[in-house]
């Protein structure tokens, strides 16, 4: 496994530290500076269109994620005032999308928590009964609501895509005590924005959580309840055996299902509509939960 508490002491101030499929992450000396990108990928590309503010939808509802909740969490500060901007970037064009973050140990596995059978988990279904290794009773419906929670962890892959592993495999990789307080944590935090989310119309179908160790403690990083990283259903057109509308990226999942892409190669424009109406999703998504305008509409 990468030493990555050796890896962030031998960083240079100001290198590009990651690259991944939306955000940048730079180091700027005791913290990081984590930028969103507006692209967007899908069936592990990132496409060549970009989604104009979508970096910006991203970390303004993570921002409010993290001060909902009651949790330790990276988020430093999103006032870029007072720090040095690395080379090649322009303080106008990171605000909004950018948060000073601590240095944290990432812990190599995404929390996944599941309330409805969807995704993945419905084709895991159909082909076994189960989901990541968890039975399920017989004759559910795509999209149906579980009555708890489900906890289906997976490993974080650097390319490719992540793979489902169960909570057994999850202990031989990262150990019990660790294991069992993710998952503690994840259903937790999952299950209070959930509730919030319902307040407000829509459905928190699923999610995924990163954590990292900060001084001996696991603390919440990465993004929280994005439209990137989970799904949100308006609940008044919920209906279950059926595929639900979206505020996420399953809109252009679909667009692209719709093409002649092969998902083997390099994957193709978006037109201008599937651009729009996806910008539009993630802005109603913000203020929706947030319930103020979006600042850069």
């Known amino acids: 496994m990468v030493n990555q508490k050796k890896l962030v002491e031998e960083m240079v101030v100001g290198a590009l530290v990651r690259q991944g499929k939306v955000r940048d992450v730079y180091d700027i000396g005791d913290y990081f500076l984590m930028v969103a990108s507006d692209r967007i990928s899908a069936f592990d590309y990132i496409l060549p269109t970009r989604i104009p503010d979508k970096g910006r939808v991203l970390t303004q509802i993570s921002k409010f994620w993290f001060d909902f909740f009651d949790v330790p969490h990276h988020l430093v500060s999103t006032d870029l005032d007072g720090i040095e901007i690395p080379e090649g970037l322009d303080a106008g064009d990171l605000a909004g999308r950018s948060m000073i973050v601590k240095k944290c140990e990432v812990v190599p596995i995404e929390c996944v928590v599941r309330g409805y059978l969807v995704g993945s988990g419905w084709r895991d279904y159909q082909a076994t009964g189960s989901v990541c290794g968890i039975d399920l009773s017989a004759g559910l419906k795509n999209c149906a609501k579980f009555p708890e929670a489900l906890f289906t962890p997976a490993t974080k892959e650097e390319s490719g895509h992540d793979e489902n592993i169960s909570f057994e495999r999850m202990i031989e990789l990262i150990g019990s005590e660790t294991s069992n307080e993710l998952k503690e944590k994840s259903l937790r935090v999952y299950e209070k924005g959930r509730d919030f989310a319902a307040s407000k119309g829509i459905i928190l179908a699923d999610t995924k959580f990163e954590w990292g160790w900060h001084d001996g403690e696991l603390i919440l990083i990465d993004e929280v309840l994005t439209p990137d ?3 949100f259903w308006p609940a008044d057109d919920y209906q279950e055996g059926r595929n639900q509308a979206s505020f996420d990226k399953q ?26 109406n996806t910008r539009a999703k993630y802005i109603d998504a913000y203020e929706r939960l947030a319930g103020e305008a979006f600042p850069w509409k």
């Open 229 to 231: 990283s989970s799904r």
């Open 251 to 276: 809109f252009v999942r679909e667009h692209l299902d719709s093409t002649d892409w092969d998902k083997n190669s390099e994957p193709p424009e978006l037109p201008q509509e599937i651009v729009d």
